[in-house]
């Protein structure tokens, strides 16, 4: 029985406990949910983009949001960042199979998303104030 416990300890401890406050997947949660990072993988899902293409394809991100967003996506293993040495740079970025892989998830939160935003609108207005 003692096994067992530390088998199932061991295997949640590889696989995270995203509602316990020192679960180190927190972060990862943190970066892959944010909206800068969601808006990336959409724009790069079947494309390979210069950093001004993606600031066009999502539209109104900072230029210091976006290279903060890039970097921590290509740290996290979603994207591979690919600089040619010409004059002036050029920079691509596109997903990883992690990252497309990622993407898949995004698509599907974001489908829904745009599929119930009106009855979420809906429910918005109906809403009562508070005070």
Not at 27 to 39: A, F, G, V
Not at 68 to 85: K, N, P
Not at 104 to 122: C, G, K, M, S, Y
Request: a positive charge; charged letters at 25%.
């Amino acid at each position: 029985m003692k096994k067992n416990a530390l088998a199932l300890n061991q295997a949640a401890t590889l696989r995270g406990e995203l509602l316990n406050p020192d679960c180190p997947s927190r972060e990862l949660l943190k970066r892959i949910t944010s909206r800068w990072t969601m808006l990336v993988m959409l724009a790069l899902r079947d494309n390979t983009l210069r950093f001004s293409e993606i600031r066009r394809a999502i539209g109104g991100v900072s230029e210091r949001m976006l290279a903060q967003t890039l970097r921590y996506m290509e740290e996290d293993g979603l994207l591979v960042r690919t600089a040619y040495e010409v004059v002036p740079p050029h920079v691509e970025y596109r997903l990883t199979t992690l990252g497309r892989e990622a993407s898949e998830h995004v698509l599907a939160l974001t489908d829904w998303l745009e599929n119930r935003f009106p009855a979420i609108q809906q429910q918005r207005q109906n809403a009562e104030p508070r005070p």
